[in-house]
């Protein structure tokens, strides 16, 4: 409880959010978030898709919220449309297919 307050206690913007989901999603998303923008971000989509503990832990291995962060882009104001759609494949992350372990495996990892 006292790393719980001293984690949220500067940070009055997260104070609301962390009463909306679970102690469990909390703890998680405490211990594996350093930045208060990034454990916002996580609260959020937890808040928001209703995601389980180990779906939250999945998505904070696979690093969502930083590529989230690069899949930002002023493309859109910048570009014409068509420049637009050449300048998104360009930059445009790898394909994740962690999820097929699932359906493979027949186990959640």
């Known amino acids: 409880m006292k790393r719980f307050y001293e ?4 940070f009055p913007k997260l104070a609301p959010l962390v ?4 102690w469990s999603h909390n703890i998680v998303i405490m211990e594996c978030c350093k930045d208060s923008l990034e454990r916002e971000f996580y609260i959020r989509m937890t808040r ?4 389980s503990k180990n779906v939250l832990i999945h998505q904070i291995e696979n690093q969502s919220y930083e590529k989230t962060l690069l899949g930002q882009t002023n493309f859109d104001k ?4 068509s420049q637009h759609a050449q300048a998104k494949l360009a ?3 790898e394909y994740t297919f962690d ?11």
Do not use: M, N, Q
């Open 91 to 93: 930059v445009k992350d």
């Open 48 to 51: 928001k898709f209703g995601w």
């Open 99 to 109: 999820f097929l372990v699932v359906y493979v495996l027949g186990t959640v990892p």
């Open 19 to 22: 009463r909306e989901i679970g």
């Open 7 to 10: 984690a949220y206690s500067d």
């Open 78 to 81: 910048a570009l014409t449309p």
